[in-house]
């Protein structure tokens, strides 16, 4: 009797496409991966509501969601709809109170309703907001990994993030982060799994560490 294939839906961070996942390779024989994408969210629309509209997109029962960064609080509203087998948060917070104190405060002054992202057609802006950080020498991999540029859509993304309302962790998330995350610091955050040396962006730059341990982890009760 063949073996039951496990639904892996992956959504990537703010502004970054499915690009992110290309290093994935899990056994086919146990796991089928699924690539989500951002779609420009409606005027004035609620996370809660997008989430109703990405859960649209899952295909199967039961499926384990992974969400890295922006998408890792996404795929966590995600599972408060729909029926899941295991929720995978990468470089990523489970509640309000794992953001780090300038995006706390940014929510109570509105501050972050200042920053210029109409400016997001440079790169620069862009690879901040969802890396972490910019090097020239990797100027061609953001251009390969960021699509998402469209004013209002960050606007609505960096207020999704400040004024996330979760008190409290979902049960049963497992975490993962690196332990050099300058986006959202391991200072601020609780039970995780920790990647050593990884960045906001280590889904891209140790991704043998994802193949190794992400089998395991999905299977993990």
């Known amino acids: 009797m063949s073996k039951e294939v ?8 703010m502004a970054a496409n499915p690009k992110i996942f290309e290093y994935l390779s899990l056994d086919a024989a146990e796991f089928e991966l699924h690539f989500l994408s ?3 969210p409606l005027k004035g629309e609620s996370l809660v509501h997008y989430a109703k509209r ?14 890295v960064s922006f998408g890792g609080i996404l795929v966590q509203e ?3 709809l729909m029926e899941v087998k295991k929720v995978i948060v990468v470089s ?17 002054t509105k501050l972050h309703k200042l920053i210029p992202t109409q400016l997001v057609t440079n790169l620069e802006l862009v690879a901040k907001f969802a890396f972490g950080d910019f090097m020239q020498k990797r100027i061609a991999l953001y251009e390969k990994y960021l ?21 409290q962790p979902l049960e049963h998330v497992v975490h993962i982060h690196g ?26 730059f140790k991704y043998k560490w994802f193949n190794e341990n992400l089998p395991s982890l999905i299977k993990s009760s």
């Not at 496990?6 to 961070?13: A, D, K, L």
């Not at 997109?57 to 499926?63: F, N, S, T």
Request: net charge negative; with cysteine; hydrophobic share 35%.
């Open 6 to 13: 496990t639904h892996v839906y992956c959504m990537p961070g």
């Open 38 to 40: 951002w779609t420009p």
């Open 54 to 67: 990405m859960c649209e997109r899952v295909l199967h029962d039961h499926p384990v969601l992974l969400g």
């Open 78 to 80: 995600m599972a408060k």
């Open 92 to 108: 990523s917070v489970k509640s309000s109170g794992e953001l780090p104190k300038k995006m706390i405060f940014a929510k109570h």
């Open 147 to 167: 699509s998402v540029k469209d004013p209002y859509y960050i606007d609505w993304s960096i207020d999704c993030i400040v004024g996330w309302e979760q008190e």
């Open 179 to 204: 332990t050099e995350d300058t986006v959202f610091p391991v200072s601020h955050i609780k039970d995780y799994i920790p990647v050593q040396g990884g960045t906001h962006s280590m889904i891209i």
